[in-house]
């Protein structure tokens, strides 16, 4: 199901009339200016629940989802170069597993849940992803440009809004890595050998094996993270 052709087509001042009050609407707003291609925004009003796969195309788009996001098959986010494009979700999302790629902006207002992996790549271009409530997942794999945030209802980023193993790039000051991407000579003692490519983890990769069930860490590596970190 491709996401930036659900709903209705709208104006970015018909939607400033509704969602002015949001916390996030500025930012929201801002995606016009981001891009030289007109962005014509689209609103799904009220909950979206199926079984397919949801994606996006390359962009750039402006999308709202005043509800739930709930699917059995994956979420994947993702643009063409340099094509920024914003997603709001006012409820909450579900899903297998997420990916938020190249220059997608994505903020869910309420929890996040994934039944797999949650993978972001592509900071550089833009890529981001904030969680109002808090972010469930078996494993949140960035790559050590890419961002996230979640907030548990309160105003800012906080650790124990992140129900997750989560790999990735340190000093952020929004999260704080389980393990760090960059330490890429210990890649072959942490994940499995499907999720590898010349011995470092390739996101893609664990993006495919967790769609078939799978983790992307070992299993001793995974028991001794999670009873770390109480999971």
Same mark, same amino acid.
């Given at each position: 199901?491709?996401? #930036?052709?659900?709903?209705?087509?709208?104006?970015?001042?018909?939607?400033?009339?509704?969602?002015?009050? /949001? #916390?996030? @609407?500025? @930012?929201?707003?801002? &995606?016009?200016?981001?891009? #030289?291609?007109?962005?014509?925004?689209?609103?799904?009003?009220?909950? +979206?629940?199926?079984?397919?796969?949801? %994606?996006?195309?390359?962009?750039?788009?402006?999308?709202?989802? =005043?509800?739930?996001?709930?699917?059995?098959? #994956?979420?994947?986010?993702? &643009?063409?170069? *340099?094509?920024?494009?914003?997603?709001? !979700?006012?409820? /909450?999302?579900?899903?297998?597993?997420?990916? *938020?790629?190249?220059?997608?902006?994505?903020?869910?207002?309420? =929890?996040?849940?994934?039944?797999?992996?949650?993978?972001?790549? @592509?900071?550089?271009?833009?890529?981001?992803?904030? !969680?109002?409530?808090?972010?469930?997942?078996?494993?949140?794999? +960035?790559?050590? /440009?890419?961002?996230? @945030?979640?907030?548990?209802?309160?105003?800012?980023?906080?650790?124990?809004?992140?129900?997750? +193993?989560?790999?990735?790039?340190?000093?952020?000051?929004?999260?704080?890595? =389980?393990?760090?991407?960059?330490?890429? %000579?210990? /890649?072959?003692?942490?994940?499995?050998?499907?999720?590898?490519?010349?011995?470092?983890? =390739?996101?893609?990769?664990?993006?495919?094996?967790?769609?078939?069930?799978?983790?992307?860490?070992?299993?001793?590596?995974?028991?001794? +993270?999670? %009873?770390?970190?109480?999971?």
């Amino acid at each position: 199901m491709r996401l #930036d052709e659900q709903g209705r087509e709208v104006s970015f001042e018909e939607l400033s009339e509704r969602y002015r009050g /949001h #916390d996030l @609407w500025d @930012w929201f707003l801002e &995606t016009r200016t981001l891009v #030289d291609t007109e962005v014509r925004p689209r609103l799904i009003e009220g909950s +979206l629940d199926t079984s397919e796969d949801v %994606e996006t195309g390359e962009g750039p788009w402006a999308l709202i989802v =005043d509800g739930d996001l709930v699917t059995t098959g #994956d979420v994947l986010l993702t &643009t063409g170069d *340099y094509a920024t494009s914003t997603l709001l !979700v006012t409820g /909450h999302l579900r899903a297998r597993s997420l990916e *938020y790629a190249t220059s997608a902006r994505v903020v869910v207002d309420r =929890d996040l849940t994934a039944s797999g992996v949650i993978v972001g790549t @592509w900071g550089t271009d833009g890529a981001v992803l904030g !969680v109002g409530g808090t972010l469930t997942a078996r494993a949140l794999l +960035l790559d050590s /440009h890419t961002p996230v @945030w979640a907030n548990a209802g309160g105003p800012r980023s906080v650790p124990e809004a992140f129900r997750t +193993l989560i790999v990735g790039g340190r000093g952020w000051q929004e999260f704080k890595p =389980d393990l760090d991407c960059g330490d890429i %000579e210990r /890649h072959e003692q942490t994940y499995v050998p499907e999720v590898l490519t010349r011995g470092m983890l =390739d996101h893609a990769k664990a993006l495919e094996h967790a769609r078939r069930g799978g983790s992307p860490f070992l299993p001793e590596v995974e028991r001794a +993270l999670r %009873e770390k970190k109480g999971l």
